[in-house]
């Protein structure tokens, strides 16, 4: 059974830096993508990025480009996401997740384990 848990949000003001973290249990880790959602009250759980299992290709979405950076350690089973500029929009629950393949995008169906979740909250 694979768990994933994320550790690292926090209340920020805007303009500000978070880490989110994301350790992973189990063996298959590094065989495979992994991504970032998020879920802010009241709306549907969005993409945000995600990474190939070797970490040599990402993808984001329009709303975080050129602010976030995903990145993962496959020896320490760890996900990164590095967070800059943040804004209030960007205030939600962060969560991990694990995709099936080597490649993986924004659909929640590409990916079979979630964590639990990071509350990251930016203030004006």
């Known amino acids: 059974q694979v768990q994933l848990v994320e550790s690292g949000g926090g209340l920020v003001q805007a303009g500000g830096s978070l880490r989110l973290s994301c350790a992973a249990s189990g063996r298959s880790f590094s065989s495979t993508a992994m991504g970032w959602f998020r879920q802010a009250p009241g709306k549907e759980r969005e993409f945000v990025a995600a990474i190939s299992y070797s970490g040599t290709t990402t993808y984001y979405a329009d709303s975080v480009k050129g602010r976030f950076t995903i990145s993962r350690d496959n020896a320490k089973n760890t996900v990164f996401l590095q967070m800059n500029s943040l804004k209030p929009e960007d205030t939600a629950v962060y969560y991990c997740?694990?995709?099936?393949?080597?490649?993986?995008?924004?659909?929640?169906?590409?990916?079979?384990?979630w964590g639990q979740g990071t509350q990251v909250t930016v203030s004006s």
């Open positions: 997740a694990k995709a099936r393949g080597y490649y993986s995008g924004s659909a929640v169906e590409q990916y079979d384990y």
